[in-house]
């Protein structure tokens, strides 16, 4: 396993982003997927993400790649062989199991940033977050709140704390903010503290 990047002083060299395989019905979404391409392409920040072609993960890649960004996919076989991963991007790995991908992607980040998504995001969001709290990796993870989207699972981790099941040190590495932007800004300085 690796330690998912540096915390030196440099340029953060990449981010990981986990986001939907749909595109969802709230085109705030969307938008916050293209967003966050853009943004981290203006910083010069690489994205590495789950490698497909649709959905917010797809929307995310393109508006990198159009905003001359750098972007790395990883993703499972079983899904390349469904005709989902992206054939235009910078970097594309292939490999065999999820848990070999949420691997990967964790030793090429230097942080984490969640975009709206369901089962697979909160799956790989919350592991980076426990990799972290066990000391595998020292990468922070950043929610981008878009609409609220995540005031549930916020204050599902606030009770988790409050009964005591969730130290406040523990709680902390698990952070939202409301916006793609702030959020980005929120992982890159803390990746970079």
Not at 123 to 141: K, S
Not at 154 to 168: F, H, M, N, T, V
Request: with cysteine.
């Amino acid at each position: 396993m690796s330690t998912g990047g540096s915390l030196s002083s440099q340029p953060p060299r990449a981010v990981a982003v986990f986001c939907g395989s749909s595109a969802g019905q709230r085109r705030q979404h969307l938008e916050a997927a293209r967003e966050a391409g853009r943004e981290l392409a203006r910083l010069g920040v690489t994205v590495v993400y789950g490698g497909a072609s649709v959905g917010l993960m797809g929307a995310l890649a393109d508006a990198c790649l159009v905003a001359g960004g750098r972007v790395v996919g990883v993703i499972p076989r079983l899904l390349v062989d469904l005709e989902l991963a992206h054939t235009g991007l910078t970097e594309l790995h292939v490999v065999e199991t999820m848990a070999e991908r949420k691997a990967l992607m964790a030793g090429l980040a230097d942080g984490f940033l969640v975009l709206p998504g369901a089962y697979g995001t909160l799956d790989e969001a919350f592991e980076m977050v426990t990799w972290r709290q066990l000391g595998l990796h020292a990468g922070p993870l950043v929610f981008a709140n878009v609409g609220g989207y995540y005031d549930g699972l916020r204050q599902l981790l606030d009770r988790a704390r409050e009964d005591g099941l969730l130290s406040a040190a523990n709680r902390e590495l698990a952070v939202f903010e409301p916006d793609v932007r702030i959020a980005i800004a929120r992982l890159l300085a803390e990746i970079a503290d």
